[in-house]
């Protein structure tokens, strides 16, 4: 089932999410549901803050390549382990921000820790636009967005253009 993305400006994107104790089909089903919003949207990740859940969790599908199979990640409590010296910069966006596009500087590539859905541990070393997307969502579990690496002044702006874009989704609903 597709969920509501929450738009910035909005406080629970900005909490800290809590760590998963203990998988539930609860939690299952909702790795499944974000995992149905981001293809809808269509997005390449999206973590629980988003969609309201303040716990770990973040989906990532960053496949590119047209006629590729898919391949949906379901990450709980992951953890960057080792980051590389090397950078590099994307145009990242996020589904909180629509239309947005900036270049931020990241990490080339990073290894990642992770319980997937059936409860095992995994570990993946992650480079490109798998190691950004990865970064992005991982920094929504800790309050932080793509925007908070930019200068004040543009985040400012943009978060501006947020409150406008948010008032006239709602005048459109009403
Ligand atoms: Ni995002």
Known sequence: ??????????????????????????????????????????GIGLAAPQVGELVRLVVVDCVKEDGAPPRPIAMFNPEITASSDEVSTYEEGCLS???IYEDVTRPAAVTVRWIDPDGNEQQE??????????????????????????????????????????????????
């Open 97 to 99: 921000i629509p239309e």
């Open 1 to 42: 089932m597709k969920r509501p993305i929450i738009i910035h400006p909005d406080p629970r994107l900005k909490k800290l999410a809590a760590p998963v104790p203990d998988l539930s089909d609860d939690l299952r089903v909702l790795a499944e549901d974000m995992l149905e919003t981001m293809y809808a949207a269509p």
């Open 125 to 174: 070393d992650f480079d490109g636009l798998w190691s950004t997307c990865i970064q992005h969502e991982i920094d929504h579990l800790d309050g932080k967005l793509f925007i908070d690496y930019l200068k004040p002044l543009k985040r400012q702006l943009i978060t501006r253009k947020m409150v406008k874009l948010k008032r006239e989704r709602a005048r459109e609903k009403a």
